[in-house]
């Protein structure tokens, strides 16, 4: 099974609201990363957020982590409908026989209306 | 320009036919990784390897093998014992145990004729 679970499948808002993604882990990680994908592309890394760090921020985006509930938000402030993709949540779990291993979420799908 | 290269973008396979799907990167990066997406899905891990010459396998490697003889090569063969293969599949590279960011490949998407 996956490690990470976004929540929820699929968002649908307006130009200018707020977009919150949120992101459910199972086992200890290193760090947590956001990526977005527009479709039938690459993804496009967004923040990285270390297990020590609580809070970050990156342009109109900011990233929460709990580690004790095991689970991670996105925020897009002030949405653009060039925000529209899929939005992944990845975990390293770097330790034992998952060592190196970047496993991601099922994703996020936002859609931005004008 | 420093990247990470995918091709061939479109690849068709017939039955029972082995394919090799290119990964090239020029970033430097020690950590090299191939992922699986299927329609409306995440992304699943099939191979990820962490120095030349070594790799692991991911969550669904059955059907598929690969090699790293370079540090910035990651090709994929995708084997006739991979029953369902029509999928996008997509490499990506980062710098290695630290973990930073992982750079992306465009993706090839792969289709069983």
């Known amino acids: 099974s996956q490690q990470g679970e976004e929540d929820p499948q699929a968002l649908s808002i307006q130009e200018g609201e707020n977009a919150t993604m949120n992101c459910s882990y199972k086992?200890?990680?290193?760090?947590l990363q956001w990526y977005r994908q527009n479709s039938g592309r690459g993804l496009v890394h967004l923040i990285l957020i270390r297990s020590n760090e609580r809070e970050k921020h990156s342009g109109r985006l900011r990233v929460t982590l709990d580690t004790s509930k095991k689970s991670s938000s996105l925020l897009i402030t002030a949405s653009r409908a060039a925000d529209t993709a899929s939005y992944f949540c990845a975990t390293d779990v770097g330790g034992g026989t998952s060592y190196g291993k970047l496993t991601f979420g099922q994703g996020t799908i936002l859609t931005v209306h004008p | 320009d420093g990247g990470i290269t995918q091709s061939p973008k479109y690849l068709f396979r017939k039955e029972g036919q082995n394919v090799t799907l290119s990964c090239e990167q020029n970033?430097?990066?020690?950590?090299m990784y191939w992922y699986r997406q299927d329609p409306g899905q995440g992304l699943r891990l099939i191979y990820y390897s962490q120095i030349v010459n070594d790799f692991q396998k991911g969550d669904i490697a059955e059907g598929y093998s690969v090699s790293r003889e370079k540090k910035e090569s990651f090709p994929l063969t995708v084997t006739s014992a991979q029953k369902n293969p029509t999928a996008f599949y997509l490499c990506?590279?980062?710098?290695?145990?630290?973990?930073?960011?992982?750079?992306f490949g465009q993706g090839t998407r792969l289709t069983v004729v």
């Open positions: 086992t200890s990680i290193n760090n």
């Open positions: 990506a590279s980062s710098v290695g145990t630290t973990f930073g960011e992982a750079f």
């Open positions: 970033l430097n990066h020690d950590a």
